[in-house]
């Protein structure tokens, strides 16, 4: 890789076979800029129906893809005062979202969506939409937070309130399953995960799961989870395929329960029976990543909590069609593509 | 009435025309019970559903229903502390929740419930299932708060934080509804209210409405609703209708919005679309009454901010099938009887 | 008035005397700033012991002091997306904290402290740090809101969940005090102020105090509010004194009571006997201006509970030293500087 | 010990030598009551305090004093629903505390303080006052839990909303800082502890400190718990001294930090600079134990995080004068009495 050639996977059309590697040039930073030679780059589910066109019908071509990204900053603006050059940095998604409530809607600023993508040798980043990377991590790992992983600890740790000793049950060991599972374990909370696989149930308890359930060979798994729980109920559960699956979940939640709904691998659908909803007095809400202030706190855990993204698979620049094709095959862990 | 007869009325079964006036004895107090002389009672339309068989099928009979009662404390057991003879109390509806979390569902004691209900003479209550009557209500006034006004109290006060300045849409007119708007006006709320009257309509903004709706004129009344706040959406909106009108209610619903879910009325079913579920970060909440202790803090917030129930009709102690038949007409405000 | 010069006060060292008229240019906005054409400027104590040299003994010179102006919108930077010329805007005082948690203490950007301050016909404010003006009121009036409106609300509706009908007592008749006393008023909230002037104190119950005490007649005003609420204490206090002050406002507390920490007018110290302290659970919170989210929650709510803030008299742009006089002499309502 | 016989330790004045055994009839369950065989006790320093007439100077005699233990219920009243004989029983010491706010204080009726104490063979208990020893614990494990722990959990779980990664400072090694540190490492906390003694660091650290500082060494423990933080200040700091040492623990809070007020072994006065108070906007909140549900809370926790109290000695019931004398020598961990 020469140092004044930026290399950029470009969709120049919806569908896999539009997505091609091409060179520009570095791009200057603005006043508040960082200019980020990007490390490594994570893939999410999300990122796949972009480029198949199923997220964004409207999207303008040709457009870089993808979201999550480290790098080291390369340069700044001349009014950069939160970075220096030398540092090793995460982009945050939703970049005009520091804290408290997020900005409305349609002022949205989001990487890999109304703004460019991370799939690039090099990056510009507003100062205020970046984070520092925790330090203990790879760059492969560190790659892997600004989605998957904060998605999880904002429906965890900041819409909701931890209470060790509570059950969390998780559906399925996709990206955010799996930091969510990381997480429950490191908060004191037990963690019951559904999945229809044995052996990424058994995965699942080598990362701390409490119980697991296969929901092939139980579908109704609502019924063992409330047996699990001695017929109370779980606390929260982090619902990802949402139509009748979240009947189920409505069903398997106990008095005062909570249900994050984070997916978009299902339908596009909610439905629920009204009675037990007011019975148990049951909150719904609706999760989308999270706030840069969120991503700082959620550093600091992963450090000192010690917590190791699980990776799948890593790529080369030169792959990343097949890491796409990767991500169909059900992973456990993220994808992620180097650079290098 | 001679002060040793306790009149009733009882379900020998269900439907309207097997409610019975009887007489029987006046309790005795356990240890920790108070008895209660009966002044006014307030019917609910949940009441209406369990006379007709549609909310409690295995209901055993004899069964005196409803569930809102003012009454005179004129015996209390050896060990009572909290009350006296000669104060003017509230039975509190869910009588084992006395604060914070709800007990567990099952063995929730719930007054007209699962424990005999309140149209009668004489009433025996728990200590700990009563709260004082506001002073400055009249009996017929006070008898209707335990389930219409504390039901929108802990929807708009406890399991929200109000923040006034901030908009309430609040569907119909009904008993729930009129103390929303009350205490939307009292809060500094926005408060906009729909319904299929203008006459209704009217009525609405004398109690301190700031915008209407006839969802009649305008079946589109989330696009209404949208309108009316500049485009922003509604910032809480209390669902009493359920299945398809809450699809409108989330279009309804600004960022960080939130719906509570209260109805009985309309549908058993709620159904979402995922995407604005997720974009807009909405937060649905199951609502079930409320604590004792919200009571005696909305009790108090009725006081100061000189709150007077909207009361439809007053009938008398032997027009409770008149009464009933009454409560079908669609009144705007409740329905008292009187045990004078 | 011409367009092409920027009259500003400066300090030239501390002290009244050494607060000088000069004039200057027109500054440029850069990409992301605002040039504020200033119409109205309030004062508040802070910035007479800024002024005098107590409270910030190593400032620079030549400095602008103030924190609290309104202005129109003349031109923006290249990059501006907030706002466009001709908007009516306040300038957000901690000019770094848009919403939830602050920024760390040493990065404040603040106006008027370490950033220059709002006494001159033109302003730079960054597009971050600038509210729109609520539209009901006049230019003097929207003035008064940066610091000390916004520190009522921040306290009594950010820091503090407002619960209507609980009690709570405002310390003096300042410019925070009297908005809280609004707010109070028009939240359902029961308000005590307290004052050594009869006259104030009746100014006070027009502006809605349900209650007052003259603690010149009554020194122990901890046991006058004890007796007012029936023994049962305040629920909320904002602590504008300190010292030992700040002991009565412990005694007068309630049980789980807030006492919310403002003022700097009085004692430098806190003091507090630790067994009611456990005892009652109370809570005590440090209040800092706010931020720019509670700004705009606030001035929302300023539009729909039509609150005029109470303003003693209006100073033309050459009677500066005269208004900071004024400040003295212990006004009711704010003191606002007009450009015109 | 026969089985007719009810031995209690009864205070017939001040002062430990006025401490003596007697004995006594076995009490008889009222409607709602338990009758505990108690298995052990566990003691705290306000024991002492209470024995020697330092906390409740007008306690009448005789009395039995202490407040935490287990035992088993071997009788019920006859309106008994929440337990049944058998079953392993810890008693909640603010007996009238279910959940939320706390009971007015004057009504508080607390075991070992307005109610009987516990170091006796039988008590007698409220149903309502009661809850489920965790399952996992011996007799004396589980005896040390109603004060200490729940006071701990209470401070970190429920008044603060526990975020992982952040850190909390624990003033030394008594019973509530080391159930604190427990719970610290288990929520994913980085734990400091300040103590005199090297060797009740080194345990610290087994027990899972992440940092500790001697404050004999280091006097100036707030600037060693800053540089430990990289500047920032600690998030949280349970504070078990007062007087000066509470002017230490505000310089060591971060921004947004908060002060749990807890103890009660040094100064009976808190005192507080106010400027770093407003500027940082600290948090001081004082903790009194905790609601039943928390204990229940807490009891599921300690199953699910296997946290096994550290205890330091255990003593027979007839040797009670010397376990109290052996609370004077700063064990390191809980004093327990079996009954058996």
């Not at 984070?262 to 909803?277: A, D, K, R, Y």
């Not at 550093?299 to 069609?321: H, M, R, S, T, Y």
């Amino acid at each position: 890789m020469s140092s004044d050639i930026n290399r950029s996977w470009r969709m120049t059309g919806f569908g896999l076979p539009r997505l091609e590697l091409a060179e520009g040039r570095i791009p200057e930073p603005g006043p508040h800029d960082l200019l980020v030679r990007i490390k490594a780059i994570s893939l999410n589910y999300k990122d796949r129906m972009i480029v198949d066109g199923v997220l964004i019908p409207d999207l303008g071509f040709p457009f870089v893809p993808t979201s999550d990204a480290v790098g080291e900053v390369v340069a700044v603006g001349g009014d950069v005062s939160r970075f220096r050059t030398g540092q090793r940095v995460l982009g945050h998604v939703i970049a005009d979202w520091p804290d408290g409530d997020a900005p409305p809607v349609l002022h949205h600023h989001t990487l890999g969506s109304s703004l460019p993508g991370t799939l690039s040798d090099y990056l510009l980043l507003h100062e205020d939409a970046a984070v520092l990377a925790p330090p203990s991590l790879s760059d492969a790992e560190a790659s892997t937070l600004p989605i998957a992983a904060l998605t999880a600890w904002f429906a965890m740790a900041e819409a909701t309130r931890p209470v060790p000793g509570q059950t969390i049950l998780i559906q399925g060991t996709g990206g955010v399953s799996l930091f969510a599972l990381q997480f429950a374990h490191a908060f004191g909370l037990r963690a019951i995960v559904t999945s229809s696989s044995d052996g990424k149930l058994e995965w699942a308890k080598t990362l701390g799961a409490w119980q697991v359930i296969n929901y092939r060979a139980r579908p109704a798994w609502d019924e063992a989870a409330r047996e699990l729980t001695g017929g109370a109920g779980v606390n929260h559960i982090l619902e990802m395929v949402g139509g009748d699956n979240a009947r189920r979940s409505l069903d398997a939640l106990a008095a005062d329960g909570r249900l994050s709904i984070i997916g978009l691998l299902g339908s596009m659908e909610l439905s629920f029976p009204i009675v037990p909803f007011l019975r148990n007095r049951i909150v719904v809400q609706g999760i989308s990543i999270g706030h840069r202030r969120a991503f700082e706190r959620m550093n600091q855990a992963i450090e000192a909590l010690a917590i190791k993204p699980v990776i799948d698979k890593i790529f080369g620049f030169d792959e990343v069609p097949r890491a796409f094709e990767h991500l169909e095959k059900g992973p456990f862990g993220k994808i992620v593509i180097t650079t290098a």
